[in-house]
């Protein structure tokens, strides 16, 4: 058994909080540029140029890449041999958030109520999810996500029958239907399997891995190509301007699921997809 | 090329302007997002005046990040547009003509540009560090208590904004699409 202050994890949360918003992941910057390479129409080109010239302002003079700070999700893989001492987690996560927030001069974006309203003034609470996996080290993963792109996903609980092609016809009307809304280009994450709300959560943590990395599963990873390719001639293009680049990337995540459904959910992000990972 | 604009936004230049034109915007705007476009038109009902003229007057739909010390301000791009559909014909009622912000926006807000010869400027989403180095000044003029989405009254120099919507209801979004669709063909 290890011990590990909450402390400890109200620090890292903070660093995290600060660092992904002002530096993007290089796997999504590797995107954006080559992106950028391959594109062929002219005012997507241009699009692309102010896009790269954003982030590597944000990062040179530590200021955040977009001004929608997010909402802090908050993901954390903790080691059954674990114990930790000297708080609660939750608040050590949430403390973690107010400090970071604060110092990093991030926007405060989150209100106490979702009908009544009211700013919380502090960015609390985290989107906060615990996993208990094995080992004695807590792995903390801090996705700031912004609500353009939120706003423009999606989840449908298919009938089995409905098959493959019911899915691939989803994501096409799912990009089409956000069009210019979600600042594209986009990282597309589909969470295929579950239940309703595991295959929310699937669809986040596609968003959460690396646009680098393919699917495991070779079925998955043909599919998460194909359909890169399918919504990359929708000709939505950077911004929704037009052009050839409307998604950096296509991240697809599964579960087993019921012999009765086929849940299907679509979580979009900007081009500002954002995440940063330390383990304790 | 871009197009060079001297604000404020007078009619006959809003006329000018066309979907798809790269612009460099100069001179004084107001920004604002849901809460803030509320507000101004409970004022409007109640026969009150707003915090500014808005004769022929910009609006940038956006929150920014709190100014670091030594800031003007901190990062500041666009917010989604499509929130404040409900509120812009009223503004455009009173003279407002320009908007600046991303995304689509509802058929009734495109009928009212038409009416009042309003613009609708998109600025790139998500840049907003590199937005930020176009704004020289910041006062906040109303709406304290809103926080990031208080009124604030900017001047930004040279601007970078390609024109979405025009005052003809042409729209970019659509017409830059099926250019691309049909080039490839």
């Not at chain 1, 540029?33 to 002219?42: G, I, P, S, V």
């Not at chain 1, 989150?110 to 960015?123: A, C, F, Q």
């Not at chain 2, 003229?53 to 990040?65: H, M, N, R, S, W």
Request: hydrophobic residues 35%.
């Amino acid at each position: 058994m290890r011990e590990i202050q909450a402390q400890q994890i109200t620090d890292v949360v903070e660093k995290l909080c600060i660092e992904a918003n002002q530096f993007l992941p290089k796997d999504v910057q590797g995107a954006i540029r080559r992106c950028r390479e391959c594109e062929d129409w002219d005012i997507a080109k241009g699009v692309l140029d102010q896009i790269i010239t954003n982030f590597e302002i944000a990062e040179d003079e530590q200021v955040p890449i977009c001004q929608d700070t997010g909402m802090a999700c908050v993901f954390l893989e903790i080691g059954q041999d674990v114990h930790i001492v000297g708080g609660d987690l939750r608040e050590a996560v949430d403390e973690g958030v107010r400090r970071g927030y604060d110092k990093g001069y991030l926007r405060k974006s989150v209100v106490k109520d979702p009908v009544r309203r009211g700013n919380t003034g502090d960015n609390t609470p985290a989107m906060l999810y615990t996993e208990i996996v094995p080992g004695e080290k807590i792995k903390v993963t801090v996705g700031p996500k912004g609500f353009g792109s939120e706003n423009m996903s999606a989840i449908r609980m298919f009938k089995p029958s409905a098959g493959i092609q019911g899915i691939k016809d989803f994501i096409l009307e799912t990009v089409e239907t956000a069009g210019p809304n979600p600042c594209p280009p986009m990282v597309v994450g589909v969470g295929i399997g579950g239940t309703f709300d595991k295959c929310a959560l699937l669809a986040k943590k596609a968003l959460m891995r690396s646009t680098d990395i393919r699917n495991p599963d070779p079925y998955y990873a043909e599919l998460e190509a194909e359909m890169l390719e399918k919504i990359n001639s929708l000709g939505i293009g950077p911004q929704g301007f037009g052009g050839k680049t409307t998604a950096l990337a296509l991240n697809i995540e599964t579960l087993p699921t019921h012999i009765a459904g086929m849940p299907c959910a679509i979580n979009i992000n900007c081009h500002v997809t954002r995440h940063q990972t330390e383990v304790i | 090329m871009e197009k060079r604009i001297q604000l404020p936004l007078t009619e006959e230049v809003a006329k000018s302007l066309r979907a798809g034109d790269s612009v460099l915007l100069t001179g004084t705007i107001y920004t604002s997002r849901d809460a803030g476009h509320k507000r101004m038109c409970e004022t409007l009902a109640r026969g009150e005046e707003l915090p500014f003229d808005p004769k022929d007057a910009t609006i940038y739909y956006v929150g920014p990040t709190p100014a670091k010390p030594g800031q003007v301000i901190g990062s500041a791009g666009p917010t989604t547009s499509g929130r404040m559909d409900a509120y812009a014909p009223t503004m455009m009622s009173v003279g407002a003509r320009g908007m600046i912000g991303k995304g689509a926006r509802l058929p009734e807000v495109v009928e009212a540009m038409k009416k009042y010869s309003g613009v609708y400027f998109g600025a790139i989403g998500g840049a907003g560090a590199l937005l930020a180095k176009c704004i020289k000044k910041c006062e906040l003029i109303a709406y304290e208590d809103l926080g990031a989405e208080a009124l604030r009254e900017l001047y930004v120099e040279d601007m970078p904004l390609v024109v979405i919507i025009d005052s003809e209801g042409r729209n970019l979004y659509e017409d830059g699409k099926a250019a691309y669709l049909s080039r490839k063909k």
